[in-house]
């Protein structure tokens, strides 16, 4: 760990409490307004709920441990010999990732037929995409290129399953509800374009100084916030428009079949 200046110490110390702040409001957020959803959009936001309890958990785990990693020394914060614990990202992540590909999958509310195999791709590819990242990550040279390879592997096929294969189920849904989708999918694309250029950071020889490690947590936390806080709002979003649609589609019907005449 590289000595820090007071403001370094205390730029990450705070972007990790924003992080655990975040995490806990999105999950009363989440909460709070499933209920004003039709009920088949209420597994979404649960998903949601539980993607940022598990995250917020492992901020206050990652914030305890960067506490306790470094001790005041005149006006420079020096590493106290206790090794600052990144492995939480990674448990954080095999768990969350596998949920946030759910989410969007579920939110559009698709027959089974179609839903329960693109969430199997979606989960299996994912996990693995963590599991091969993790070798990497705690090696450097040669080792971390193979393994940060294969992790691109599930990557980009993710990428190929939410655009090639979700993207077609989606073409009938109302304009308002394919734009939220597409935004959402590229929310997605960008925050977690984030990782795979972090893990880079080592193997261009950046890795060992104040500020790439500042760097590196500030940026962890930023994409945290947006690809799990950000990203099921917009998820909420897609329901709420979905469950406009529907009612809209529902009245005209209805009103054919009810409406008393006067
Ligand atoms: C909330 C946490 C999220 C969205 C984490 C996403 C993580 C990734 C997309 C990680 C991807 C990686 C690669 C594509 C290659 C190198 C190894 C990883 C695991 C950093």
Not at 27 to 33: A, G, S
Not at 101 to 127: D, F, N, Q, Y
Not at 146 to 167: C, K, N, Q, R
Request: aromatic share 12%.
């Amino acid at each position: 760990m590289p000595e820090l200046t007071l403001f370094e110490f205390r730029l990450v110390y705070n972007m990790l409490s924003l992080s655990i702040a975040a995490m806990l409001g999105s999950f009363l957020f989440f909460v709070l307004v499933r209920g004003q959803l039709p009920a088949k959009y209420h597994p979404a936001m649960v998903m949601s709920a539980i993607v940022v309890a598990i995250a917020g958990y492992h901020y206050f785990r990652i914030f305890h441990s960067w506490e306790a990693a470094y001790s005041l020394s005149g006006d420079t914060y020096i590493p106290s010999g206790k090794p600052f614990n990144d492995a939480y990202r990674y448990v954080d992540w095999f768990l969350t990732v596998p949920l946030l590909v759910t989410e969007l999958v579920s939110v559009m509310a698709l027959p089974g037929h179609i839903r329960k195999p693109l969430t199997a791709k979606l989960v299996i590819a994912s996990a693995l995409m963590i599991a091969l990242g993790y070798p990497g990550e705690i090696a450097s040279g040669t080792t971390r290129v193979v393994w940060g390879l294969l992790s691109t592997v599930p990557f980009v096929y993710i990428l190929y399953v939410l655009w090639a294969e979700l993207g077609k189920v989606v073409e009938k849904e109302s304009d308002t509800t394919r734009v939220l989708f597409r935004n959402t999918r590229l929310l997605l694309l960008a925050t977690w374009g984030f990782y795979p250029i972090a893990y880079l950071v080592p193997l261009l020889g950046l890795g060992a100084n104040a500020s790439s490690e500042v760097a590196l947590q500030v940026g962890y936390s930023v994409a945290d916030i947006t690809a799990k806080c950000g990203y099921g709002i917009m998820i909420y979003h897609i329901a709420k428009s979905k469950a406009a649609d529907e009612a809209r589609e529902a009245v005209p019907h209805r009103a054919g079949q009810y409406a008393p005449a006067q």
